[in-house]
């Protein structure tokens, strides 16, 4: 930590990244409250998935039901109840913790604003690589 605060005291670059970093952290962590409290699980799942799916680079994700109903707040069985209706959809192939994600568009057409709300605040904060 000592090393980061010695960088940044000699680098405003640096600062000003870490300081946007922080704004970022910050607005994410206000909209996911607001998600939570406002938005149906299926919409979020969509949002899990597609945020997931940018910072991976990939259409396949590894993600077992326990983890996703940890990160949505929700319980298994309604993750397993949602990610069904998504496979049904033909949006997603979900089998054993292994997701392929197989229609991006109909994904964006079903995830709440959320995700495009997030993923805004990345592009300008920090850039368009990062989002
Ligand atoms: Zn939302």
Not at 13 to 23: A, N
Request: hydrophobic share 40%; glycine share 4%.
């Amino acid at each position: 930590m000592s090393e980061l605060r010695s960088a940044v005291l000699q680098s405003q670059s640096l600062l000003s990244t870490l300081f946007r970093h922080e704004q970022t952290v910050y607005a994410q962590a206000s909209q996911s409250a607001a998600c939570m409290a406002a938005h149906h699980v299926e919409a979020r799942l969509c949002r899990w998935l597609l945020r997931s799916r940018d910072l991976a680079g990939s259409d396949n994700l590894q993600f077992t039901q326990e983890f996703l109903a940890e990160m949505l707040g929700v319980k298994r069985t309604s993750v397993t109840l949602h990610a069904r209706t998504l496979q049904q959809a033909g949006m997603i192939n979900y089998s054993r913790g292994q997701i392929q994600i197989t229609d991006v568009e109909a994904l964006q057409d079903t995830v709440c604003e959320c995700y495009g709300t997030v993923k805004s605040y990345y592009q300008t904060l920090l850039g368009p690589q990062t989002a």
